[in-house]
């Protein structure tokens, strides 16, 4: 659809990685067909995050951040604006279809309504469970108009009890959880990657000194498999055992992404953990052998080349969909962005979800 997208992909399978790591090799390669399926010129014309849920068999919700919705001619977005948050549904196989309100001036509007004037939610993983769907999101004020002019203040759980109806019919409801900050002054953020298994629904998350500390420590609770959204019922894992006092959780490892994913990867019997390190462009991949741990450390996956579009671009909001992922394999999204707001409007390489494919082997040494 854009020869510079085109072009970028086939530069990036020049550059295919194959490397080895622990007892394992693997091997990186661009995956265009998924580029493809999210460029669009008309509607819904890119957002980051991308987070993906399984809904039902063959059936997968996307979650999108801030997303730009109006027209691209010329290979410009032309006066676009930015909602805060949509979703897409896509049957395997199918295209997404992509949701987000409008006001009685076909206005678009984010998916979630804000919570205040100068606050909004964003998006971040969610489950499906016997009772619905859960949506985390965190609520994030505005402090100016830079790039960068935003906090996060406080994480929100929603909650879809009809989340097989169409989603403009969805009967959702939203509370504030009680998790913000430790008596030290830590800001906490919880929902970052969701996992469910066993018996519970693991919620990954992390503290940090602010919100945009690069110095994260990945932190995690648990809750009973169909009850996410009773924060009565959550433990938090704290010096290798579960505690009911959020006071007393303890970091699992520093330098966790800001987002990411943790799935079960049955190819290398393995839990795998995802995420950006930074905004640097560099995605990486940490292994266990239970949700808490102990993680290995980092593996890196892939360097990002949209780095190379520009000084102004950085890649971001790394995470797996193994929902889409063959046995041995795993599909992995991010988001290229820039601080100019008037290069992502002219450049349409930039913020749409880009997608990569790892190929896992064992290694020829191993057992």
């Given amino acids: 659809m854009f020869k510079a997208a085109t072009i970028l992909a086939v530069a990036t399978a020049m550059a295919m990685l194959h490397a080895v790591a622990n007892d394992f090799s693997f091997r990186v390669s661009p995956a265009p067909e998924w580029n493809q399926m999210f460029q669009r010129t008309n509607g819904w014309l890119g957002a980051d995050v991308a987070y993906s849920v399984l809904l039902a068999d063959n059936k997968t919700l996307w979650v999108f951040g801030d997303t730009f919705v109006g027209q691209i001619r010329a290979g410009k977005r032309i006066q676009p604006r930015m909602i805060h948050s949509s979703i897409a549904i896509q049957q395997l196989g199918e295209q997404p279809r992509f949701y987000y309100p409008v006001d009685k001036k076909r206005s678009p509007q984010s998916f979630i309504k804000s919570p205040g004037p100068k606050s909004y939610f964003w998006l971040d993983d969610g ?75 693991y919620i990954y998350g992390y503290s940090s000194q602010t919100n945009s500390s690069a110095q994260k420590n990945l932190i995690l609770a648990r809750a009973p498999k169909n009850e996410p959204g009773n924060p009565d019922l959550w433990e938090f894992y704290s010096n290798g055992g579960w505690t009911m006092d959020f006071d007393k959780t303890t970091p699992i490892f520093s330098g966790a992404g800001a987002e990411g994913s943790v799935s079960w990867q049955p190819f290398l019997k393995k839990f795998v953990y995802v995420y950006s390190v930074e905004i640097w462009g560099e995605i990486a991949m940490r292994t266990a052998d239970a949700p808490e741990g102990p993680w290995s450390a980092p593996t890196k996956l892939y360097q990002c080349p949209d780095m190379k579009i520009s000084p102004h671009v950085f890649c971001y909001a790394a995470k797996g969909h193994p929902e889409l992922s063959a046995t041995n394999e795993l599909l992995i999204s991010y988001a290229a962005n820039s601080d100019s707001v008037s290069e992502v409007l002219n450049d349409t390489r930039l913020y749409w979800p880009r997608f990569i494919r790892v190929t896992f082997e064992k290694s020829n040494d191993s057992n």
């Fill in 127 to 201: 489950v499906r469970t016997g009772q619905g769907l859960c949506l985390f999101m965190q609520q994030v004020d505005t402090v100016n108009n830079s790039v960068w002019g935003f906090k996060c203040v406080g994480t929100w759980l929603a909650s879809i009890e009809n989340p097989d109806a169409p989603p403009a019919h969805w009967k959702i409801s939203t509370r504030k959880l009680p998790f913000t900050g430790f008596p030290g002054g830590q800001d906490v953020v919880l929902g970052c990657e969701i996992l469910q298994s066993g018996d519970y629904i």
